[in-house]
């Protein structure tokens, strides 16, 4: 690999704020112990990172040994509550580092350290994210996108499947004694209550038939021996299209959980974000056949529809609850149920959205009890925000292509 040596110091430039500047310095103390000889960095770039680190593309600029030109750092803030998205991210870099060079699907970590909450990862340049090509103008484009994704996907998981023990040791050792998929509480939470935000909400009520099926799949989910790493994120602006294929960039709930429950979300376009239009007919299909075509080496009674089907709508059904759960407070707020970014799109077009593809979904495999109560939400929506309202449209690149 190229590098590029300078005999001088590198001067970090005024215009970086000091978070990147502690960033950086910590970044060049990390490397130095990790090759024990003095590394340099220079020219610090900030990216977009979740609001709870700071991202920060750099050039090495001095070092003794073949290192990658540019380097990302990522700096974590002290954790807060229960949960420690550095952990996650550190643990699910150290599995995914592990793997053969042609299996993995992240950058490869360099270094990292639990004092400094700090990871150095391999730069994979300015490759497009996912959301450029389904908000930019060629629909093909869009499409070869999202069957990579949903490619990628299933080698994550084909190529993690048994190595839950290896990332709960892993996590052990970072000090962190929980390691279960941190939406899990959440999905407690939303089995509980929607019922009730929904009564209050929508004036829907929720039979006992469908919630005793909602509070099932979430057994059934949770128990599943069907179990490999997940990103938990799907939002598009986390998956970077490369020439070696999509690469998953976020992982600051990374765990081991239901595959299923992932593969759920190339019915549910990207269920844990609120910037997702509607796919085209057939596409979400296309996507779970990709991903298929990859975990069946090592699930291949993954390939029956009697035994997908079913666990699908299972996760489907969680996803749409927890998002439900999710928004509807928000879009009940007086203070933010007006805020609306023009670049994504209503709320309650989302959401009915989910709920009219969870009807489909569960009146095609005679889940009467999951049908009827949908239909009643979709109704709700409609009759508390208008027929307009609730109307997805297809993302961008789709559009262009009518």
Request: hydrophobic letters at 45%; proline letters at 6%; a neutral charge.
């Amino acid at each position: 690999m190229s590098v590029e040596i300078t005999a001088d110091q590198p001067l970090i430039g005024d215009a970086a704020g000091p978070e990147v500047m502690e960033a950086v310095a910590a970044a060049e103390s990390v490397l130095s112990r990790r090759y024990g000889a003095a590394i340099r960095l220079a020219d610090p770039e900030e990216l977009d990172g979740t609001g709870r680190s700071v991202v920060v593309r750099v050039r090495v600029a001095a070092t003794p040994f073949a290192m990658p030109r540019t380097l990302v750092v990522k700096r974590y803030p002290p954790a807060v509550g229960d949960r420690d998205p550095f952990a996650h991210e550190a643990v699910s870099h150290q599995l995914l580092t592990a793997l053969p060079v042609e299996d993995r699907p992240a950058p490869e970590m360099l270094a990292h350290d639990v004092g400094k909450r700090l990871v150095v990862l391999e730069d994979l340049g300015r490759a497009p994210r996912l959301a450029e090509k389904l908000l930019g103008a060629d629909a093909r484009a869009a499409e070869r996108g999202l069957l990579a994704w949903a490619r990628a996907m299933g080698r994550l998981h084909a190529t993690t499947a048994g190595r839950e023990a290896d990332f709960d040791a892993l996590m052990r050792r970072q000090g962190v004694k929980c390691c279960q998929d941190p939406l899990a509480s959440d999905i407690g939470a939303a089995l509980a209550r929607l019922p009730d935000l929904l009564a209050t909400s929508l004036g829907v009520v929720t039979s006992e038939a469908a919630a005793t099926a909602a509070r099932q799949s979430g057994r059934r989910v949770e128990t599943s021996r069907f179990r490999a790493f997940s990103s938990s994120t799907s939002c598009p602006d986390n998956n970077l299209v490369t020439s070696r294929g999509v690469r998953f960039l976020d992982f600051e709930g990374g765990c081991v959980r239901d595959v299923v429950f992932d593969a759920a979300c190339l019915r549910v376009p990207f269920p844990s974000c609120w910037c997702a239009f509607a796919l085209p007919p057939g596409m979400s299909e296309a996507m779970l056949a990709a991903w298929r075509a990859e975990v069946g080496s090592v699930w291949p009674e993954l390939d029956d529809d009697a035994v997908l089907l079913p666990r699908l709508l299972d996760a489907q059904l969680l996803w749409v609850w927890l998002s439900t759960w999710r928004a509807l407070p928000r879009m009940l707020d007086p203070l933010t149920a007006g805020a609306h970014d023009i670049q994504v799109p209503p709320r309650s077009a989302v959401l009915a959205a989910r709920w009219s593809r969870l009807r489909e979904n569960a009146a095609a495999l005679g889940v009467g009890e999951i049908a009827d109560h949908a239909d009643a939400v979709v109704a709700g929506l409609r009759g508390r925000y208008g027929s307009a309202a609730i109307e997805l449209p297809v993302y961008w690149a789709f559009r262009q292509s009518n």
